[in-house]
C-alpha cells in the first residue's frame, strides 16, 4: 500500500470511528482500552458494535504506524516536506499509460 492508499484508508477509518464515537459519547481509544482489558458492555446489543468498533480502531492504529514508516521511507530518499508531498501527489494521480 503507497502513501496515498493508506492515507485514504485511514480517513475512510476515521469516519467510521467518527459514527461510533458520537454513537456512543466517548472517544474510541477509551472503548479499546476497556476492550482489550476484558471488559464487557453491560447492553448486550452493544456487544456487536464494541466488537467492530475495536476492530477498526485497531486496524487504525496498523495505518497509521504503516503511515509513520512510509513517511519516513520516502522523507530518506525525497528532499523533506516538498519531496513527500510531491511523492504522494504522484500516487494520487491515476495513470493514463500515455507519456
Not at 472517544?27 to 467492530?52: C, H, K, M, N, Q
Not at 530518499?77 to 501527489?89: E, M, P, Q, R
Request: net charge negative.
Amino acid at each position: 500500500m503507497n502513501l496515498h492508499d493508506t492515507l485514504t484508508d485511514i480517513h475512510a477509518l476515521e469516519t467510521e470511528l467518527l459514527i461510533f464515537e458520537r454513537k456512543y459519547g466517548i472517544r474510541s481509544e477509551t472503548l479499546y482500552a476497556a476492550y482489550i482489558e476484558g471488559e464487557e458492555p453491560e447492553d448486550d446489543s452493544w456487544v456487536l458494535d464494541f466488537g467492530e468498533w475495536a476492530s477498526i480502531y485497531r486496524t487504525w492504529l496498523s495505518r497509521q504506524a504503516e503511515y509513520r514508516n512510509e513517511v519516513q521511507r520516502i522523507r530518506q530518499s525525497a528532499s523533506g516536506l516538498t519531496g513527500l508531498i510531491k511523492v504522494s501527489h504522484e500516487q494520487s494521480v491515476p495513470h493514463t499509460g500515455r507519456l
